[in-house]
Every structure is written in structure tokens, then in C-alpha cells.
């Protein structure tokens, strides 16, 4: 009888145990940029899961990224480090946390045949994000270095995907896109070329950054992202077949179309990022901020030291 007792005892107690510590929600806040793939596989290889995080990948246009985070509906994003300047300026507190890739060649602007040089676009319609997104910026970044300025242009508000669209379309003298939509028009040179990408022209560096508020709240979570995003660039070199057909899939490319996609970037190591926020950073911040401030996007340049947090790269 004590036996029994003490079985129906521990049964009990197992039964009314306190429920294991409940994974951490968070809404997260991208594009189908190629660069932001490795979050994609972290969510459906259940790697966010076995860290302990409840992941939403939600996505949401580079231009009204701010306005989501500002409401509450995401707490973390996935955007370009000049963005979060941008969104700093204009009250959106956030602070980069990893950085996720760089682009070599992933970004770029297309134009039609008579359009041999840069030079060549004064005048001409292009189509590109609006203010204060990574392809309106590249735009800008592209004209200043040759005597030009976005008032040169006339400037076509569409999204990448869009953009791309458009100009296969015949619409537009010109476009900025990234990759996967970039490689449409690389298949298709009748349409046009491609006259300028971040081989050319390197600043295009990819972040991911959360609120100050969640990173506060919860740390622990915070090292979990960087550490799921780790895991999922380990597995993409273990297993790249698969790893490429997950990752191509949500933006309807098989995995031998992805990794080419893939080949014009570089996703950043634990090593990479371990030098990332002492140098290139603060350069690449610096000169950014100058370029913001012409345009008109921010009245007072950053304090480069407060638009990161280092805790959870290491």
C-alpha cells in the first residue's frame, strides 16, 4: 500500500509540476532579400525553436519596417546598418545586434542599352524604393560618386521585386533591386544590363537589431537569435543542398537557383562579426551618416556608439 501510495504520490506531482519555461516570443521584421535567408532556415529547420525562441518572420516593405516596430507589432528587424540611422533619427529606438552579410554584387541598378554609364542616367526615370530604404540609398550613394545627385533623376517609388518587374516589363529607363530579383534581369539581357552593383560600389552591409526595450527584457533571447543564426550559416555549410532548397523556397527558387542568388553576398561568420563592430562599423556609420544628412533624411548625425549593442556576437 505505501508503494502504491507513493506512485500515485509522484504521478501527482509530475502532473502539477510548473510547465517548462515557455519559448520567448518575437516578431521579426524582412524582406525576401537573399542576404536574410539564413532566418528563413533557422524558422523552418527548428533551430529558433531549440534555442528557446518563439520566431515570426513577418514580412514587412523596408519602408514601413519603422512603423511596425514603433507600434509593438515587431520587436526585432533585419535591414541595412545606414536604415537603422534613418530610423534612430526619427525616433525609433533600435540597436544592431549581428551583423547577417554583405553584398558583392547582390545589389545593383539595371538600366536599357544607351545607358552605358552612370553619368547617363541624368535625366532618366528610375525605379527605387522610397527615402530612407537600402535601394533609394544605393541610388543616392551611386549618383554622389559620379557628380549626381537624386534630383539628377526622376525617381519611381517601387519595391525591389517590383522594381524589377516593371523594368522587364519595359517600364522605367532604369531600376535598383536586389537579389533574388536582381538575377531576372541577369537572364535576360535583351531587357537591359546591369550598370552598376556593390562590387562597384561596396555599402551595402545587412544587420539584425531589436528595440532597446526587448533587448533589456530579454537578453538571453537576444544571444539565442545571433546563436540560431550562427547555427543556421553551420548548416547551410553541412548540408548545402537542403539548406539551399528551404532557403529558396520561401522566395519561389529552387536550391540550385538560390545559391546562385547567394553566390553575390557573403552571410558574416562569428569571426566576421567579432571585427565587424570595432572597424568597418564605425567607417562605414560615419560616412553614411554624412550621406543621410545631404539628403535631407536626418537633421544631426548619430552617435555611432549608440546604434549597436556588441553583448551577443561573441
Known amino acids: 500500500m505505501k508503494t502504491r501510495m507513493l506512485t500515485i504520490f509522484s504521478a501527482l506531482s509530475i502532473a502539477f509540476a510548473a510547465p517548462a519555461s515557455a519559448a520567448t516570443p518575437v516578431a521579426i521584421g524582412i524582406s525576401g532579400w537573399t542576404g536574410f535567408a539564413p532566418l ?5 529547420a527548428g533551430i529558433f525553436e531549440k534555442h528557446g525562441l518563439d520566431v515570426t518572420l513577418k514580412k514587412v516593405p523596408q519602408a514601413t519596417r519603422p512603423l511596425a516596430i514603433a507600434s ?3 520587436q526585432c528587424a533585419a535591414t541595412t546598418v545606414e536604415t537603422w540611422i534613418v530610423w534612430n ?4 529606438a533600435t540597436k544592431q545586434i549581428v551583423q547577417l552579410d554583405k553584398s558583392y554584387g547582390a545589389d545593383g541598378i539595371v538600366a536599357r542599352g544607351p545607358i552605358k554609364t552612370v553619368a547617363d542616367l541624368k535625366g532618366k526615370t528610375v525605379a527605387a524604393s522610397a527615402p530612407g530604404t537600402s535601394p533609394y540609398f544605393m541610388l543616392a550613394w551611386v549618383l554622389g560618386k559620379n557628380g549626381l545627385t537624386t534630383k539628377d533623376v526622376t525617381v519611381v517609388n517601387l519595391e525591389p521585386d517590383a522594381a524589377a518587374q516593371a523594368f522587364l516589363a519595359g517600364q522605367n529607363d532604369a531600376a535598383v533591386s536586389y537579389e533574388p530579383f536582381l538575377s531576372a534581369v541577369r537572364d535576360k539581357p535583351d531587357q537591359g544590363h546591369i550598370l552598376a552593383t556593390t562590387l562597384d560600389y561596396p555599402m551595402v552591409l545587412d544587420t539584425l537589431g531589436c528595440t532597446p526595450t526587448f533587448l533589456d527584457a530579454h537578453p538571453d533571447a537576444a544571444k539565442a537569435l545571433v546563436e540560431s543564426y550562427y547555427e543556421a550559416l553551420d548548416l547551410i555549410k553541412a548540408e548545402p543542398d537542403k539548406s539551399n532548397g528551404l532557403m529558396g523556397a520561401d522566395v519561389k527558387q529552387s536550391a540550385a537557383e538560390f545559391a546562385d542568388s547567394a553566390k553575390y553576398l ?7 562579426n567579432k ?3 570595432n572597424d568597418e562599423f564605425q567607417s562605414f556609420s560615419k560616412t553614411a551618416g554624412d550621406l543621410l544628412l545631404q539628403m535631407g533624411l536626418i537633421k544631426a548625425a548619430p552617435d555611432v556608439a ?3 549593442d556588441t553583448r551577443f556576437v561573441n
Not at 528563413?40 to 523552418?44: M, P
Not at 557573403?266 to 566576421?272: G, K, M, Q, V
Open 40 to 44: 528563413t532556415l533557422a524558422k523552418v
Open 275 to 277: 571585427t565587424f563592430f
Open 306 to 308: 549608440t546604434l549597436a
Open 266 to 272: 557573403r552571410w558574416a561568420s562569428r569571426d566576421d
Open 89 to 92: 533619427a526619427n525616433g525609433v
Open 72 to 74: 509593438g507589432d515587431l
